[in-house]
């Protein structure tokens, strides 16, 4: 993780069932359109309203970031002419990530998978159909390797979790075969 700072905190830490003192560090996730920002300070002030509140949600952080001298406040879109705008493309992405197409299974089932797929650019991303991105080689790859990047976060986040020993097996023999 990038912008990696210690805070000198320490804080109880539940990690694989034990119990241990550790010093939190706080980074931005990779892609984040954060990262100008100061990861700690920002994990460190979300964590003191956490403990505050006693959980976070999205109305009680933005309830803080209104402050103008809270350290989040920087982080949001303040002009509502431009928050608007950009909430109508936050919107249409999420649209095109919901449209599926329902292919019939071997067994007679229907089975939704996704119409579109986004491709990363360098000057900007944009989406195409599944279909054309898989019959395209360099599309293709491009897919397939957002789909073990996200294979590697998910099994990264539940690491812990024994239930899912069977899945991580399966994870780790796909990127044999690949």
């Known amino acids: 993780m990038a912008d990696m700072a210690s805070s ?4 109880k830490f539940r990690r694989g069932g034990t119990k241990k003192e550790v010093t939190m560090k706080y980074g931005w996730k990779g892609g984040s359109r954060h990262t100008k920002h100061d ?3 920002i994990g460190e002030h979300l964590e003191k309203i956490r403990e505050r ?3 976070l949600t999205a109305e009680i952080i933005l309830r803080d970031a209104h402050k103008k001298r809270s350290p989040i406040h920087k982080l949001f879109e303040w002009d509502d002419t431009e ?3 950009q909430h109508r493309l936050s919107q249409a992405r999420s649209l095109t990530r919901s449209v ?3 292919v019939e299974g071997p067994k007679g089932e229907l ?3 996704r119409a579109f797929v986004h491709i990363g650019e360098p000057q900007g991303g944009h989406y195409t159909s599944l279909h054309v991105a898989m019959s395209d080689e360099d599309l293709r790859n491009q897919v397939l390797d957002r789909a073990r990047d996200e294979l590697d976060i998910w099994q990264k986040r539940y690491q812990d979790f024994v239930e899912f020993a069977e899945i991580y097996r399966a994870i780790e023999k796909s990127k044999v075969a690949a």
């Open 83 to 85: 928050a608007a705008v």
């Open 8 to 11: 000198g905190r320490h804080e």
């Open 111 to 113: 089975d939704p998978i």
């Open 39 to 41: 990861a700690q300070r």
């Open 53 to 55: 509140e006693g959980y």
């Open 100 to 102: 599926v197409i329902i």
